[in-house]
């Protein structure tokens, strides 16, 4: 892993020091096999290798900016909750919660939201991008379908790491900039009132690769083209077959069995790099120039993954149909979590001068 921030900062000057690592899952969608190379796999693993303390939580309430389907969101949390634990997350190991159960991070993030420059805000990519899209229709306000929601992301996101003072924030590329953001946020506080918050890191893993998706675009939920993880629930077909059938319709091109194939321009070959041992890549190498058929580079590769992902499935399953232990996994993460949180927030409140008149008996 590359640390992504500037060397300067709090957390690497303290790199003898343990390292606090957070970092929040947003609730809106079935996870894929995109999520789990790129996402999912690297975090369990990253812990399960370290001695480091490690909060991971479901951010729920960043998942109700601009998803505003009640369904969605519920049983979005119980897949990805059911998913990140059936892959191997170890809730002894981690704290894991889910950010609604911890009430002191939405209000700290009222805290900051009153220091933080609303300058800072106008600058947030996702922010700016929605303002551009206004702005290239005629007659639009540019600020139209925006909500403070969407706005104030950064703030909420701020919350929840300087929440814990975490020191390191694995994150996908685009999110950096609010690992800056959040930076900011602390610096400002730190300075006007005393110094409280850890200044934290952005860790972004440049190994990680970006899976492509059926139709040959990026793997992702904007464009339908995923793999489904463990599918979705049907009792008609096993997830295992939902991912055989997925497989099976990864787009190639038209050239026939026994034509050499340039593995370098195929999507299959790229998903089964992210699964296979440097050894087993080199032989697909040599099957591709030997002029495998494409349905048997398929079975091939569902093979691949499925040696992966079929020990997790039946604990999945196991989740998905006895919320109760998943509920009390959750709330076992938030006592935990709330541990930190109600003294962080009492610290900052202090700071800002809210606290008791007086001590009453
Ligand atoms: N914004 C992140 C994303 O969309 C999710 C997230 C919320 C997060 N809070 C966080 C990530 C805090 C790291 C730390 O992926």
Not at 47 to 62: G, K, R, T, V
Not at 137 to 161: C, N, R, S
Not at 348 to 358: E, N
Request: net charge negative.
């Amino acid at each position: 892993m590359s640390n992504n921030s500037n060397p300067d900062n709090q957390a690497s000057e303290a790199s003898t020091e343990a390292k606090r690592i957070l970092t929040g899952i947003k609730p809106t969608g079935i996870p894929h096999l995109g999520n789990y190379v790129g996402a999912i796999r690297p975090a369990i693993k990253s812990i399960q290798n370290s001695e480091h303390e490690a909060f991971f939580f479901l951010a729920d309430y960043h998942g109700i900016i601009g998803c505003y389907d009640p369904a969605v969101i519920h049983e979005s949390t119980k897949v990805i909750a059911a998913t990140w634990i059936a892959c191997g997350l170890d809730p002894e190991r981690v704290t894991f919660y889910r950010q609604s159960d911890v009430p002191e991070i939405p209000e700290l993030a009222w805290i900051l939201n009153c220091s933080c420059a609303k300058g800072l805000m106008n600058r947030a990519h996702a922010y700016k991008a929605a303002v551009d899209i206004n702005t290239e229709k005629a007659d639009v306000d540019p600020d139209q379908g925006i909500t403070m929601g969407l706005f104030g992301y950064p703030v909420l996101m701020a919350a929840d790491i300087l929440m814990f003072n975490a020191t390191h924030v694995p994150v996908g590329r685009d999110q950096v900039q609010h690992i800056e953001m959040a930076r900011d946020i602390a610096g400002t506080f730190n300075h006007r009132y005393k110094t409280l918050f850890t200044l934290p890191s952005a860790v972004v893993d440049e190994d990680i690769p970006l899976l492509t998706g059926l139709d040959g675009r990026k793997m992702s939920k904007s464009y339908s083209n995923t793999i489904p993880l463990f599918g979705e629930p049907n009792p008609q077909i096993s997830s295992e077959k939902q991912m055989h059938k997925a497989i099976m319709k990864i787009v190639t091109n038209s050239q026939l069995p026994d034509e050499p194939k340039d593995p370098d321009d195929s999507a299959l070959f790229e998903i089964y790099k992210a699964f296979a041992t440097p050894a087993e890549i080199a032989d697909m190498r040599a099957q591709y120039a030997a002029g495998i058929g494409w349905g048997d580079a398929k079975q091939v590769l569902f093979d691949k993954i499925n040696d992966e992902i079929a020990p997790f499935r039946a604990r999945y399953e196991e989740l998905m149909a006895n919320p109760k232990e998943l509920e009390e996994i959750l709330q076992m993460g938030a006592n935990k979590a709330r541990r930190h949180s109600r003294k962080q927030l009492d610290k900052a409140r202090r700071a800002i001068g809210i606290r008791p008149l007086a001590k009453l008996k």
